[in-house]
């Protein structure tokens, strides 16, 4: 006889490459895989949703981020792997918790991003202090949008139209 040990246990779940890592492969393969993902994140305690926010790529953070529970989605946000792409991606997001949108506000490395800064004045959960401190940045075109824009703030784009009239419209 031999002996086989194994000394993991049931507790300790480790994730598996294709959680962490980027994939390369085929869309086919691809799309099952997403779905699969999203399984067995649904199937996660709430401490290995914030383990994987941290060290999960994109498919699997664009998957957390919209958690019913706010701290794995804050978490994402805190992770530090997020590109300018995501940030502004999540910014304009109408459906995220508003933990989530005044975490990428009060963060200074994503702030100095303009299309940032843009989609966060654009986004109706984004608070009203917050957004009226961006439109005095925003350019020409950005002002002109804002001020039509019917989805946010009545005060935030009154304040759009009078910064354009005053920076553009001098005669």
């Known amino acids: 006889g031999e002996f086989s040990f194994d000394f993991r246990s049931e507790q300790d779940v480790e994730f ?3 959680l962490t890592g980027e994939s390369t492969q085929n869309e086919e393969d691809e799309e ?4 699969s993902m999203e399984q ?5 305690t709430v401490g290995h949703k914030i383990k994987l926010a941290f060290k999960g790529n994109k498919e699997a953070r664009s998957i957390l981020i919209r958690d019913t529970n706010k ?10 792997r997020l590109t300018d792409g995501e ?8 459906n995220l918790s508003d933990e989530v949108i ?5 963060n200074k490395e994503f702030i100095r991003k303009y299309p940032v800064k843009v ?8 608070p009203v202090s917050t957004a009226l401190g961006f439109v005095s940045l925003l350019h020409k075109r950005d002002l002109q949008h804002l001020s039509r824009n019917k989805n946010v703030s009545s005060v935030i784009s009154s304040a759009a139209m009078k910064r354009f009239k005053e920076k553009f419209r001098r005669t």
């Open 71 to 80: 701290s794995v989605a804050v978490a994402v946000v805190k992770s530090g």
């Open 119 to 126: 989609a966060l004045v654009n986004n109706p959960k984004t």
């Open 102 to 106: 005044r975490e990428i506000s009060c």
């Open 40 to 44: 067995r994140i649904k199937n996660m």
């Open 87 to 94: 940030v502004s991606n999540y910014a304009g997001n109408r």
């Open 16 to 18: 598996s490459f294709d």
């Open 32 to 35: 099952e895989e997403f779905v």
